[in-house]
């Protein structure tokens, strides 16, 4: 099975500061016949269900804004939020959807410093 | 618009069965896979498994922690999807929520607000 590890478990933020997430998967989630890497990014604030920011790895999902971006390839992978912005209190969690059973990362909780 | 929406939650005992429901609308559900993906209080996401459309056999897929324990299945007459859960567990207290996959890829776009399941005595 595919293990999901993120880095760091909590990050403190200053607003218009960048945030930087880290995802790494036990193996490469790298599907070499379509070139694609089956990783996602969700954005879970409390007492919501999670939400869709990126999948591809670096695709962002309809209306999540520009300053969210994902990049990596194969078993390390990157979550930015360009100007943090208040809103973006959460935890963000790193999934992997290569294959069963699908893994998340442990998850890594955003604030504000 | 594309809903979803959980019920069957509640408290059982250990040793116990519970049957989740997941009714979903806004989409060709029978043609879609559905997901159940739970979520311990104050803890991170857990996949539990899948079922996929009837074109892909309605193959399903589970998690280890929940295997020969929880079955998943689905009524495209009702839109709705299932999660049958036996022997249940204190570990398995948690939000049940339902997915479906985005538009373009195999992640979970749209989710449901979620179902809650004590197992306590």
């Known amino acids: 099975d595919v293990v999901m590890t993120q880095s760091p478990d909590s990050l403190a933020v200053s607003l218009g500061e960048r945030a930087t997430i880290n995802c790494k998967s036990s193996?490469?989630?790298?599907?070499?016949?379509?070139?694609?890497?089956?990783l996602a990014w969700y954005q879970q604030k409390p007492g919501q269900p999670p939400k869709l920011l990126i999948y591809?790895?670096?695709t962002r999902e309809s209306g999540v804004p520009d300053r969210f971006s994902g990049s990596g390839s194969a078993t390390d992978f990157t979550l930015t939020i360009s100007s943090l912005q208040a809103e973006d209190v959460a935890v963000y969690y790193c999934?992997?959807?290569?294959?069963?059973?699908?893994?998340f990362g442990q998850g890594t909780k955003l604030e504000i410093k | 618009e594309v809903q979803l929406e959980e019920s069957g939650g509640g408290l059982v005992q250990p040793g116990g069965s519970l049957k989740l429901s997941c009714a979903v609308s806004?989409?060709?559900?029978?043609?879609?896979?559905m997901h159940w993906i739970r979520q311990a209080p104050g803890k991170g996401l857990e996949w539990v498994g899948r079922?996929?459309?009837?074109?892909?056999?309605?193959?399903?897929a589970y998690a280890a922690s929940v295997k020969d324990r929880f079955t998943i299945s689905r009524d495209d007459s009702k839109n709705t999807t299932y999660l049958q859960m036996n022997s249940l567990q204190s570990e398995d207290t948690a939000v049940y929520y339902c997915?479906?996959?985005?538009?373009?890829?195999?992640?979970?776009?749209?989710w449901g607000q979620g179902t809650l399941v004590t197992v306590s005595s």
């Open positions: 999934q992997q959807y290569y294959g069963t059973p699908y893994s």
């Open positions: 079922i996929r459309s009837e074109a892909k056999n309605y193959a399903t």
């Open positions: 193996q490469s989630v790298l599907y070499n016949s379509n070139n694609k890497n089956y």
């Open positions: 591809w790895a670096s």
């Open positions: 997915t479906k996959v985005a538009t373009g890829t195999t992640a979970s776009g749209f």
């Open positions: 806004g989409f060709t559900f029978s043609g879609s896979a």
